[in-house]
């Protein structure tokens, strides 16, 4: 079980992370589903890009053994930026097909 926490640490935060760019861009909401389907997304995608680079917590068997605050924070920080991320690119692409 241990070595799921750095995963779900990311998409929990991913998902408040969708959620507080929805509400922060409003023009790009996708309403709190979608908000919160894009931010899950991006908080799993985010915080594994940050752990391949050696950032965060993203690479669960090296997190499972040594979960300290730095890797707390690493999962933190991937997973509400990247949840933010990419539900704002998903914002934007559906703003500009409604355009059409």
Do not use: C, R
């Amino acid at each position: 079980m241990e070595e799921y926490l750095p995963l779900i640490i990311q998409l929990v935060t991913g998902a408040a992370g969708g959620n507080i760019a929805g509400k922060l861009m409003s023009n790009l909401s996708l309403g709190t589903v979608g908000n919160t389907i894009a931010g899950l997304l991006g908080g799993g995608i985010g915080g594994q890009v940050l752990g391949m680079i050696g950032l965060g917590g993203g690479d669960a068997a090296a997190a499972a053994s040594s979960m300290d605050l730095s890797s707390i924070l690493g999962s933190v920080a991937g997973g509400g930026v990247g949840g933010g991320i990419i539900m704002a690119i998903v914002g934007f692409i559906k703003k500009a097909m409604n355009k059409g």
